[in-house]
Each structure stands twice: as structure tokens, then as C-alpha cells.
């Protein structure tokens, strides 16, 4: 779903809800991943942080392009 208003705006709202839908599936998947054993917290979190530093910046985010 686009995020953008129809004048080619960023709809905030939009944006906000789509933000929200994709925090919901990641924590989803990290508690999945935790509750079935496929990992620890600490080993998300590492892993997390591994992936954070592919770009070379540690600062939490993954590229958008």
C-alpha cells in the first residue's frame, strides 16, 4: 500500500499505520523464533546488530535502498 496522498504527499497516517504493521510482524517473528528455540534474546539481539553493521553504520536501521 503506498504511503503517499493522492496530491504526492506523505500521508502520515498512512505511514504511521505501515510502520506499525511492520514492527508488528518483526516482533511477531522474534517471538516465534524465541518461543520455539530457534534462538535466545541475546542471540536475536546479536544478530540484530551483525545486520545493522552490513552498511557500516551502527545506528539501528537497515537501508531502504
Known amino acids: 500500500a503506498s ?4 496530491t504526492g504527499t506523505i ?3 498512512r ?7 511492520l514492527a ?3 516482533k511477531t517473528v522474534q517471538r516465534i ?3 520455539k528455540g530457534l534462538c535466545t534474546p541475546e542471540e536475536f539481539h546479536q544478530k ?4 545493522d553493521l552490513e ?3 551502527a545506528d539501528g ?3 531502504l535502498r
Open 3 to 6: 504511503v503517499c496522498a493522492p
Open 11 to 13: 500521508d502520515v497516517d
Open 15 to 21: 505511514l504511521e499505520r505501515a510502520i506499525g504493521e
Open 24 to 26: 508488528l510482524a518483526v
Open 33 to 35: 523464533a524465541v518461543e
Open 48 to 51: 540484530l546488530k551483525a545486520i
Open 55 to 57: 552498511d557500516g553504520q
Open 61 to 63: 536501521r537497515a537501508p
